[in-house]
Every structure is written in C-alpha cells, then in structure tokens.
C-alpha cells in the first residue's frame, strides 16, 4: 500500500535551517503531485508548498515564500522542503501528501488521496 514517510524534523533557533524529507513508497512516484501542509497546536492544517510530477509547477503559502524551497527526486521517490530563516510561528507538525493524478488546486486538502504521519518542527524564540 501507499506509504508516505516524513523525517528531518526537529527543534531549531529562530533564522535557522531544516530539511524535511517525504519517502514515499507503494506507488509510482514519479505519477504523483505532492504537497507539503502543517499544523500548529490549536490550529487547522494549513498548506505549505506542492510540486507537480515533473516539478513544473510549484506553489506556496505566502506565507513561506522565500523562505521555503520545495523538491523532489523521482528516482529516489522523494520530495523535499528547505526550511530556511525560520520563525517561531512556523512551529507545527509538518505533513506530507500525495495525489496520482493532476491537482487543479493544490492549496486544498481534500486533493490529496495519501498523507503521511507527520514529522514536529519547533523553532524557538
């Protein structure tokens, strides 16, 4: 079955990196848009990043634009996110999910067929 593996979280200063990783296993990857989403204590999950299959088209939250760089190796059936000068409100556990297909709005959740457990991210003040 569809498996989606999140890692590289972690507890991180203030204007610090992390990199997120999503193995994904179970599917075709290279057939599958997929999307990065988070969710803070208290709060609704809210999207992050998405890349296309071929990673022709990219999206982001305003609110990580410039800050987050999303990836992906097909040959590793990987996607990435680059989380650079992070800030306390970026605190939250960070999801992966995946779609077989073309996703029209990638902001949404309900377009995504798979999700993964998650992986915690705090940033500190």
């Known amino acids: 079955q569809v498996q989606l593996v999140e890692s590289g979280g972690g507890l991180v200063q203030a204007g610090g990196s992390l990199r997120l990783s999503c193995a994904a296993s179970g599917l075709t990857f290279s057939r599958y848009f997929m999307g990065w989403f988070r969710q803070a204590p208290g709060e609704k999950r809210d999207f992050v990043a998405a890349i296309s299959q071929s990673g022709g088209k990219i999206v982001y939250a305003d609110s990580v634009k410039g800050r987050f760089t999303i990836s992906r190796d097909n040959a590793k059936n990987t996607v990435y996110l680059q989380m650079n000068s992070l800030k306390p409100e970026d605190t939250a556990i960070y999801y992966c999910?995946?779609?077989?297909?073309?996703?029209?709005?990638?902001?949404?959740?309900?377009?995504?067929?798979?999700w993964g457990q998650g992986t915690q991210v705090t940033v500190s003040s």
């Open positions: 999910a995946s779609r077989g297909q073309w996703v029209e709005n990638p902001m949404t959740q309900s377009e995504y067929d798979y």
